[in-house]
């Protein structure tokens, strides 16, 4: 099993939503995410599952991580619950970390629960003028990220987005997970 954290952040404070609003528009960055957790298990936070439309994502399992053990998921047969991170540690499948901030830094601050694999993608533009809420940020997990963590050399540019594929140091990191990714940027940057 390996864990991939994936999210886009903001340039220069890691802003990666505002109230249940992503603060961008960017179709490319939908479409990555898509294609990279197409088929794939996604670990989400209740909030982050409840701005899904009709709290599902087509073509995925997610693990909705809740304090609520009787809290209703969309789909019993492709989303379950979980009150214990602690209990995804030796998850017989790959796991995609999706967010949101809080469920970000809780993987990246324990040690056993850090995901192998982060595809960090930046945008470089305007945040969404209008939104109201709290900023979420992964300030936590980006501290982890450039202490214990190693970019690969390739970076891929996308509109205003530098995506970068960074494996935890010292880690066993699934090298055909590694080219699956790496495979599937590539080809969107031509």
Known sequence: MTKIAIWCRHEGDNVIGIGAEIPWNIPSDSRRFRNLTKEKTLVVGKKTYESFPNRTLPNRRLIVVTRQPDYEVSDSQNHRIVSDLKSLKDYPEDLYISGGAVIYDAFFEEPALRP??????????????????????????????????????????????????????????????????LQYLEMEEK
């Open 116 to 181: 192998e694999i982060v595809v960090d993608c930046v945008y470089h533009g305007a945040l969404k003028d209008g939104i109201s809420g709290e900023p979420a940020s992964v300030d936590k997990s980006v501290a982890v990220l450039e202490k214990k963590y190693m970019p690969l050399p390739q970076h891929f540019e996308m509109d205003n987005v530098t995506t970068t594929v960074w494996l935890l140091k010292g880690a066993f990191v699934a090298q055909n997970v590694v080219k699956e990714i």
